[in-house]
């Protein structure tokens, strides 16, 4: 069964996420296809609809007001099923999208995903981050969740952001304790995911000569 308006909108209350025409048919049609393809390839662990709702979509919507992120150019590393670079492109549709995914079969997936949302302003990119490099050249935003080897992501992430870009990173507390420590970074004060254990979102900038 379809979650309701009302459902979706407690889910996301939290996260301070209001609902808004058409946001709630588009989640409903995201998760439809999420599920869908989730038994061909492995996109998500969680398949009850209300918690992809709060952890999937309210956890990659919560940057929209704490950053805050509403347009600019946005590349996502190692996309998967498209969180959170998708949930936030239909909470802000001006957001520009790259979705960097090596994985050839969750590539298909994001592209299935532009077409069935009806999306436009989002480039899909088939090729390991470390590898990619004028396609996202001067960048707003480089986002990743869940990504593993963070180090590496902010060795590369500089050469990729304006002058007065961000990284945004959702990732344990210890974590980004841990990455907060790496030289040549400067970090906001980590921010506790509402409805998480431990959870964070984390935004820094490269230090500027």
């Known amino acids: 069964m379809a ?3 009302p459902q979706i909108a407690a889910a996301l209350e939290p996260f301070g996420v209001r609902l808004v025409p058409d946001l709630a048919d588009s989640i409903r049609r995201y998760i ?3 599920l869908i393809w989730n038994q061909k390839i492995n996109l998500t662990t969680i398949c009850d609809p209300i918690e992809i709702v709060e952890r999937h979509f309210g956890e990659s919507m919560f940057a929209i007001h704490a950053v805050p992120i509403q347009q600019g150019r946005l590349a996502d590393v190692g996309s998967g099923a498209g969180f959170p670079a998708m949930a936030l492109k239909i909470g802000c549709p001006a957001l520009q999208l790259t ?3 090596a ?4 590539a298909a997936f994001l592209l299935e995903l532009k077409r069935e949302l009806n999306l436009s302003g989002i480039e899909i990119v088939r ?3 470390e590898n990619v490099g004028e396609q996202i050249l001067h960048t707003d935003f480089l986002t990743a969740r869940a990504l593993g080897n963070f180090s590496t992501f902010l060795h590369w992430a500089p050469n990729s952001l304006c002058p007065n870009g961000k990284v945004l990173l959702w990732l344990g507390a210890n974590d980004a304790e841990e990455l907060q420590s790496i030289a040549g970074w400067v970090w906001q004060d980590p921010i506790f995911i509402p409805r998480s254990e ?3 979102l984390l935004i820094g900038s490269p230090e500027r000569a």
């Open 3 to 5: 979650l309701s308006d």
């Open 32 to 34: 439809r296809l999420l």
């Open 99 to 101: 979705l960097i995914e």
């Open 103 to 106: 994985h050839a079969r969750k």
């Open 127 to 129: 090729e390991r981050y």
């Open 198 to 200: 431990k959870r964070v």
